[in-house]
C-alpha cells in the first residue's frame, strides 16, 4: 500500500493496535488516537518495530472540543490522513433497566460521534484531493438485535448508518467507504466493559469462531486495499443477515434462546 498516512482510533490496544502495526509494516505513517498515552507509546514502538512511522496523540474521543483540536493538529502538522480507520468503540451489552441514561449517552458518543466528528474534519480535504480511504469498524449488532443489548445496538446502528450513507455520497468524489464487521474478538474491550461478554449470544465457537485482533486487523487492511464496501468476519455472519432479511422473526426467536444461554452461562 505504500507510504501512506493512516490515522487509526482506539490505537492503544486490540484490532485498533494490530491494525496500527499491519500498516506500519507497509510503511505507512500511522497516526495514533487513543485516550491512554502509555498504551499508545507500545503500539508506537510496534509500528516503528513493524517498519512504518507513528505519531501518537493522546485524546478523549467523548470530548468533541479535544477530538476536534487534535484533528487540527494533525491536519496542521502531518497533513490530511489518506487513510481514515474509525475503529474506537465503547459500551457494555446491557438490559433496559441496567443502562443508565449516562451509559446509552456515552455509547453514542463513542464509536459514532467519535467517527462522526473526525471523519467531518478530515472528508473536506479528501473530497479537494479527490482521492481517500474511511473503514469503520463495527459489530454484527449493527444489523441483528437481540435482547439484553439495546443500548449498544442503537449506538452500533446509528455508526453503519451513517456509512452507508457516506458510502453513497462520496463514491463520485473518489473515496471510497468499508464497513468492517466482526464478530467476538480475542481483546481487552471485554474486560473495559464487564458485564457484555454474558449479554453476547452463545452460538458456540464450532458455529462461529472467534478472532484474533490480527486476523481482524488483516481484514480491516486487505478490505481498504480493495475498496471493499462491506467486510464480514466471520463469513457465517453474512448467512444470518441475509437469513435476518428474510425470516425475521425466525432469527429473533433464535437470537432471544442464544442470548437466555448467555444470561445463564453467566449467572
Given at each position: ?14 484490532i ?7 500498516f ?7 497516526v495514533?488516537?487513543a485516550r491512554?498515552?502509555?498504551?499508545l507509546?507500545?503500539?508506537a ?22 477530538t ?8 496542521n502538522?502531518l ?6 480507520v474509525?475503529n474506537?468503540g465503547?459500551?457494555?451489552w ?7 441514561p449516562?451509559?446509552a ?11 462522526f466528528?473526525?471523519?467531518r ?6 473530497i ?7 473503514a ?10 437481540w ?22 455520497e ?14 467476538v ?6 474486560d473495559?466493559n464487564p458485564?457484555?461478554?454474558e ?5 458456540g ?7 484474533s ?22 463469513e457465517?455472519?453474512r ?12 432469527v429473533?426467536s433464535?437470537?432471544?434462546?442464544a442470548?437466555?444461554k448467555a444470561r445463564?452461562?453467566?449467572?
Amino acid at each position: 500500500m505504500g507510504a501512506k498516512l493512516v490515522l487509526v482510533t482506539g490505537a492503544s490496544s486490540g484490532i485498533g493496535a494490530a491494525t496500527a502495526t499491519r500498516f506500519g509494516r507497509e510503511g505507512a505513517h500511522v497516526v495514533l488516537l487513543a485516550r491512554d498515552a502509555e498504551r499508545l507509546e507500545r503500539t508506537a514502538q510496534a509500528v516503528q518495530q513493524a517498519g512504518g512511522a507513528a505519531s501518537s496523540f493522546a485524546v478523549d474521543l467523548q470530548n468533541t472540543p479535544e477530538t476536534l483540536r487534535i484533528a487540527a493538529r494533525v491536519s496542521n502538522e502531518l497533513g490530511t490522513p489518506d487513510i481514515l480507520v474509525n475503529n474506537a468503540g465503547a459500551g457494555r451489552w446491557l438490559p433496559l433497566v441496567e443502562t443508565s441514561p449516562e451509559e446509552a449517552t456515552s455509547m453514542i458518543g463513542v464509536p459514532y460521534l467519535a467517527a462522526f466528528t473526525l471523519t467531518r474534519t478530515f472528508a473536506p480535504a479528501m473530497i479537494e484531493r479527490g482521492s481517500g480511504s474511511i473503514a469503520f469498524v463495527t459489530s454484527p449488532a449493527s444489523y441483528l438485535a437481540w435482547p439484553n443489548a439495546g443500548a449498544y445496538i442503537a449506538a452500533r446502528r446509528a455508526l453503519a448508518g451513517f456509512a452507508e450513507g457516506l458510502q453513497t455520497e462520496l463514491k463520485p468524489k473518489g473515496i471510497s467507504v468499508s464497513i468492517m464487521v466482526f464478530g467476538v474478538v480475542e481483546t481487552p474491550y471485554f474486560d473495559n466493559n464487564p458485564g457484555s461478554l454474558e449479554n453476547i449470544p452463545k452460538f458456540g465457537q464450532r458455529f462461529i469462531p472467534v478472532l484474533s485482533a490480527d486476523e481482524a486487523a488483516d481484514a480491516i487492511f486487505e478490505g481498504i486495499a480493495k475498496k471493499k464496501r462491506f467486510v464480514v468476519k466471520p463469513e457465517i455472519y453474512r448467512a444470518l443477515f441475509v437469513m435476518n432479511a428474510l425470516f425475521p422473526k425466525t432469527v429473533a426467536s433464535q437470537l432471544r434462546r442464544a442470548a437466555k444461554k448467555a444470561r445463564a452461562a453467566g449467572a
